[in-house]
């Protein structure tokens, strides 16, 4: 009964590949985020997306693409890996009508 | 954007003490959220509190959304406390801006 899951929690991967995170709720939210904590323990948006609109923050690489096949899956792929890529990718969903949101349990990418 | 500041930015604690987290945001705001990141990394949400008081157990937080500020109580610490505390907010755009955290050490 996980509310917000993701897969791979650890991914560990060379430079320059190609790779995907993904990220499913059951909890019948309308609108899903992905955020990255960086070494320092910082968290920050990366992306917000429902069914109209895409969110993105403007600092993120054009490398990184979110993928929503429906409401319940937002997928993160990252082309040409950097060693600057490397930190915990936290997806998080919540309602239109409520403000609160609830986090997956994040995954660990290092890019060797 | 909205600015989130926290303090202090790391405490010790020895068990069973009590203990205050502070939280400053620079703007008005639709959501206000507690985190506990335990050491496994897990985002455990505490409490949405965008206003008021809540209480859960040991836990209790209070948004003071008028003087832009949310406090986090702790009372008779455990060291399963332990881990970073944060505070996130947001405003009309519903991405969360969050503070750089609490180390809390019990």
């Known amino acids: 009964d996980t509310a917000v899951s993701q897969t791979p929690k650890y991914l560990v991967t060379q430079m320059g590949n190609d790779k995907s995170i993904k990220c499913e709720q059951n909890?019948?939210?309308?609108?899903m985020y992905w955020y990255k904590q960086d070494s320092k323990k910082f968290l920050k948006i990366m992306f917000s997306y429902n069914n109209k609109e895409l969110i993105i923050n403007e600092t993120v690489p054009n490398r990184f693409s979110p993928k929503s096949p429906d409401k319940a899956h937002l997928n993160l792929h990252i082309n040409s890996l950097e060693l600057g890529d490397s930190a915990v990718y936290f997806c998080?969903?919540?309602?239109?009508?409520?403000?609160?949101?609830?986090f997956g349990p994040g995954t660990r990418l290092t890019v060797t | 954007g909205i600015q989130v500041e926290q303090s202090p930015p790391d405490l010790i604690l020895q068990e069973g003490a009590n203990s205050t987290l502070r939280c400053n945001f620079s703007d008005s705001v639709n959501n206000l959220q507690w985190f506990h990141q335990n050491p496994w990394g897990q985002l455990i949400n505490l409490f949405y509190i965008p206003s008021g008081t809540k209480q859960n157990g040991r836990l209790s937080a209070t948004t003071v959304a008028t003087e832009r500020y949310s406090l986090l109580y702790i009372s008779s610490s455990q060291t399963t406390d332990s881990g970073v505390y944060f505070c996130?907010?947001?405003?009309?755009?519903?991405?969360?801006?969050f503070g750089s955290g609490t180390q809390l050490t019990v």
């Open positions: 996130a907010v947001s405003g009309s755009a519903r991405q969360l801006t």
């Open positions: 998080a969903s919540g309602r239109a009508s409520v403000y609160e949101q609830y």
């Open positions: 909890l019948g939210h309308d609108t």
